[in-house]
């Protein structure tokens, strides 16, 4: 194994120091670069509906992208810091906020975290009750994903069919926490409130629905061969590119890398159900879009799995002090597969209220390594074919 | 499979949805069936009851003027500011309670979790648009009354698919 960067590209950016002083700066990508007259630079964002809240500086020679210089930090919300002035319990509301469609992975390994620094046992019945919510969420915000997947490649039907079937998941989540997106429904010491009456009989029958409409995407989606021409062989990442770039989630498992936090680390009660981490050789854009769709119906197995696992009765939560305090100076990180990948939460505690330092590590920004090495020598009609295939959420990047 | 029988696949799956009632709701003359009351929660056993995090409901009967509630809303929203109310009750000697106000709110539901006295709870009430920004602010009689919302739309799956009916 070489140690130098799979595809040597040079980035505009970085070729030229910019004195920032000269009040002739102006910003990377504005600024006229001394290249080749064939070379010309496009900005793809911040405002373009279809790069996020992010910009894209590509150079493109004719159709084909040279260089891309992927620019983040448009949604930059302070996160991290803002966790350092709210205990324990009120960061859980805005520290769900950078991916509002998987709210309740984001808080997983925060939540986790807590519970070790504080010392508490969870009750298991609000560990599969977290298992349920952390499963619904992950094809919550798949079916998201999908959806502007599909309008990305211009493929209308698939935005409409995934934003309807979502529907019927967030209704569950909103029968089960009472909010439909932002749930905070985790807390240190298990979950906020136990199930409704009624709840597994809707939640296994909208389930059963739901796996039986995810299952026809494939007709209409997958096996088009208008998309598997668009996607297949564009934006390859070979399995020793995909370790040593450190991308993960689908993206790696779809280069082949066998990787599901799930499995490899089981949290909660995980190692108690019987379901596949779904791993692709292909590596190309089209493995990276099919990999996330053949999480789902892991995900549907588990959550059946887990409704027929759970103990019929008994306390959801631990009951806590009003100002949960870490026990001294302690450091704790827990991470979960999330829908994007692995999501890691690093807390520092000193003994008071609020954390010391909290830091997230997020897997949107890790896949978004990728993108410039996956990005060159493609068409730029294939940009964003590539570019919504790494499962980039930006204001999750941002954090 | 050949290009041309992957294209008629793809055009056909789409072509039965035709037939299939439609999935989405005619909204303000439906609305969705939900579980129950809002949410809610007992401070005996530190469990909240599911239901909808709608708008809140304030028992003037039972509220004391602790201020945890607006506590709680210090880190997360500061929604809730107390409030002088001309009304005297022997529990609640400074005669303040919460005033909310939806424009910053989140709904949460951590100063339902805060209260101790049962004071608080929360409502399946979500429809809180108002024109100006001063109607976002319930104040405490406000908060007493007990919001009617219609509830008549479940989803309904059956072979064909589902809808809303």
């Known amino acids: 194994m070489t140690t130098e960067l799979p595809r040597d590209i040079k980035l505009a950016s970085s070729e030229k120091q910019i004195d920032q002083s000269s009040s002739n700066w102006l910003p990377p990508g504005l600024a006229l670069q001394k290249v080749d007259e064939k070379i010309m630079t496009l900005n793809v964002g911040p405002q373009h509906p279809g790069s996020g809240h992010m910009r894209l500086i590509i150079q493109i020679d004719g159709d084909y992208i040279v260089a891309c210089d992927p620019d983040p930090g448009y949604v930059h919300r302070g996160e991290e810091k803002m966790a350092e002035y709210r205990n324990y319990i009120t960061n859980i509301p805005h520290l769900e906020r950078p991916v509002i469609h998987d709210s309740c992975n984001i808080l997983y390994p925060y939540v986790l975290g807590v519970e070790e620094l504080l010392g508490i046992e969870v009750p298991e019945r609000a560990k599969y009750l977290r298992v349920i919510g952390a499963e619904i969420n992950r094809c919550i915000y798949i079916m998201y994903w999908l959806a502007i997947y599909g309008i990305f490649l211009g493929h209308s039907t698939m935005f409409m069919w995934p934003t309807g079937d979502r529907e019927l998941l967030i209704d569950l989540m909103e029968k089960m926490t009472g909010a439909r997106v932002t749930h905070s429904h985790f807390v240190p010491g298990g979950v906020r409130n136990d199930l409704p009456a009624n709840f597994e009989d809707v939640c296994l029958r909208q389930v059963n629905y739901f796996e039986k409409r995810i299952k026809e995407y494939a007709a209409v989606f997958y096996d088009n061969p208008i998309l598997i021409s668009r996607t297949k062989d564009t934006g390859v990442l070979s399995r020793q590119d995909a370790i040593r770039l450190g991308t993960t989630g689908s993206v790696l498992r779809a280069s082949g890398v066998d990787f599901d936090v799930r499995k490899k680390e089981p949290y909660d009660v995980y190692d108690e159900f019987d379901f596949e981490s779904i791993v692709m050789k292909e590596g190309d854009s089209y493995a990276r879009s099919k990999v996330p769709w053949l999480d789902m119906m892991e995900s549907c197995r588990i959550i059946k799995q887990a409704l027929e696992k759970i103990p019929k009765s008994g306390s959801v939560r631990v009951k806590l002090k009003p100002n949960p305090k870490g026990k001294g100076f302690d450091t704790v990180y827990k991470r979960v597969e999330s829908g994007r990948g692995s999501l890691g939460c690093y807390i520092v505690s000193d003994a008071k209220p609020e954390p010391y330092r909290l830091k997230l590590s997020v897997p949107s920004f890790r896949n978004l390594i990728a993108l410039p090495y996956l990005l060159k020598g493609e068409k730029l009609g294939n940009m964003p074919a590539v570019y919504w295939s790494l499962n980039y959420w930006p204001v999750e990047a941002d954090r | ?165």
């Open chain 2, 1 to 165: 499979m050949g290009t041309a029988t992957g294209i008629i696949r793809a055009l056909n799956s789409g072509i039965k949805h035709l037939a299939i009632k439609r999935f989405t709701l005619r909204y303000p003359e439906e609305k969705l069936k939900f579980v129950g009351d809002g949410y809610q929660y007992d401070p005996s056993t530190g469990v909240g009851i599911a239901g909808l995090k709608g708008r809140h409901m304030l028992f003037h009967d039972k509220c004391t003027g602790c201020q945890l509630c607006a506590i709680a809303c210090e880190g997360v929203a500061e929604a809730i500011a107390m409030v002088k109310v001309p009304e005297e009750h022997k529990h609640n000697k400074k005669a303040i309670m919460p005033q909310i106000d939806y424009g910053k709110c989140v709904f949460c539901g951590l100063c339902v979790d805060a209260c101790p006295f049962y004071a608080l709870y929360m409502t399946n009430d979500y429809e809180l648009c108002s024109f100006s920004k001063e109607g976002l602010i319930y104040t405490p009689a406000q908060l007493q009354v007990k919001p009617y919302v219609a509830q008549d739309v479940d989803i309904i799956i059956t072979d064909r698919g589902a809808s809303h009916g």
